[in-house]
Nanobody, 129 residues
Framework: QVQLVESGGGLVQAGGSVSLSCTTSGARFSDYAVGWFRRAPGKEREFVAAVSDLDPNTHYGDSVKGRFTVSKDKDANTVTLHMNSLKAEDTATYYC??????????????????????WGQGTQVTVSS
């Protein structure tokens, strides 16, 4: 059974940084594509980033490009979202998601909420201005 567990988040000041981790289990890490999404109050779920062993590139949503990065630790089955230069509008519940197996990594595909098979429980990030 595939499971995703997020950790990190909390309250951070504008301009600061925070990292979120997503630890996967139940399948071979290299078979996943892992995505990050967020949902702000009253808004739709928004694509943040996605990473996969299929592709050396990482896809990012326009609103986070240049500020957020993603790293992978295969030994720990963990994907980490590093969030820098945070703004009040980054306040949201952040979710990691996994697609298994991931046989494509086209950007227009990985941005779709419906593409993913598994979801974490979400973790809150609040940016104070």
């Amino acid at each position: 059974q595939v499971q995703l567990v997020e950790s990190g988040g909390g309250l951070v000041q504008a301009g600061g940084s925070v990292s979120l981790s997503c630890t996967t289990s139940g399948a071979r890490f290299s078979d996943y594509a892992v995505g990050w999404f967020r949902r702000a109050p009253g808004k739709e779920r928004e694509f943040v980033a996605a990473v996969s062993d299929l592709d050396p590139n990482t896809h990012y949503g326009d609103s986070v490009k240049g500020r957020f990065t993603v790293s992978k630790d295969k030994d720990a089955n963990t994907v980490t979202l590093h969030m820098n230069s945070l703004k009040a509008e980054d306040t949201a519940t952040y979710y990691c998601a996994a697609k298994l197996p991931a046989i494509t990594f086209a950007q227009d595909v990985v941005m779709a909420v419906t593409w993913y098979d598994y979801w974490g429980q979400g973790t809150q990030v609040t940016v104070s201005s």
